[in-house]
């Protein structure tokens, strides 16, 4: 298994600015992904990050609104950029281990409130 | 095409009662299908998954499903509810194994009341 942390775990922030949350996994992953969860609503999929490449973006999210950074084999990055109060929701890191195992784990969230 | 669907958005149960959770999907391919529960303000843990192997699942907590494809299903039950399993349970496909590529699907997901 993996254990996934997530910085900040939560956050309150003004319309217009930006945010980094963290995610860290505590072995070597090929792929990393970026949810979000709105409030009482299941599981949405930002992103997928692997390393060494430009992340991949479903639709209705584009990396100029949610840049996202894959350094290495066990940390990513997501920012929430110029936020709006619909941007309010828990954000998700999840990793899948290498060796083509589907299984994915995921961090704690990161809850964001935007006034 | 996947898709997964979870047939009650909400259900409740008494303590020391059985617990079922339904699920049903659907997959182009053989899929894995999983169980994550989400505590309040916690993430989401892995209860279980299925992967092509026995059929019948047993995962954390007492929790197990079993997988039908000639029904398509994929239900999560418990044979007495515990008061700290109220949570979100989320039933989840996943035809990674089989594409090589990586496609995941989560359900609406079921909020679980247990009554004392």
């Known amino acids: 298994s993996a254990v996934i942390s997530q910085k900040p775990s939560r956050d309150i922030c003004q319309r217009g600015t930006s945010l980094t949350i963290q995610c860290q996994v505590d072995?070597?992953?090929?792929?990393m992904f970026w949810y979000r969860q709105q409030p009482g609503q299941s599981l949405t999929l930002i992103a997928t990050a692997n390393q060494g490449s430009e992340a991949t973006y479903e639709s209705g999210f584009v990396i100029d609104k949610f840049p996202i950074s894959r350094p290495n084999l066990t940390f990513s990055t997501l920012t929430v950029s110029n936020m709006s109060p619909e941007d309010s929701s828990i954000y998700l890191c999840?990793?899948?281990?290498?060796?083509?195992?589907?299984?994915?784990?995921f961090g704690p969230g990161t809850r964001l409130t935007v006034l | 095409a996947q898709s997964v669907t979870q047939l009650d958005s909400h259900v409740s149960v008494s303590e020391g009662t059985p617990v079922l959770l339904r699920c049903n999907y659907s997959?182009?391919?053989?899929?894995?299908l999983f169980w994550y529960v989400q505590h309040p303000n916690k993430g989401l843990q892995l209860l279980l998954k299925y992967t092509s192997a026995a059929t019948l699942v047993k995962g954390i907590n007492g929790f197990e499903a079993e997988f039908k494809k000639s029904e398509t299903s994929f239900h999560l039950t418990k044979p007495s509810a515990h008061m700290s399993d109220a949570a979100e349970y989320f039933c989840?496909?996943?035809?990674?194994?089989?594409?090589?590529?990586?496609?995941?699907?989560f359900g609406a997901g079921t909020r679980l009341f247990v009554k004392a």
């Open positions: 989840v496909v996943s035809d990674g194994l089989y594409t090589g590529g990586f496609k995941t699907i």
């Open positions: 999840s990793s899948r281990l290498a060796g083509g195992a589907d299984t994915q784990y």
């Open positions: 072995s070597q992953v090929t792929m």
């Open positions: 997959s182009s391919y053989s899929p894995s």
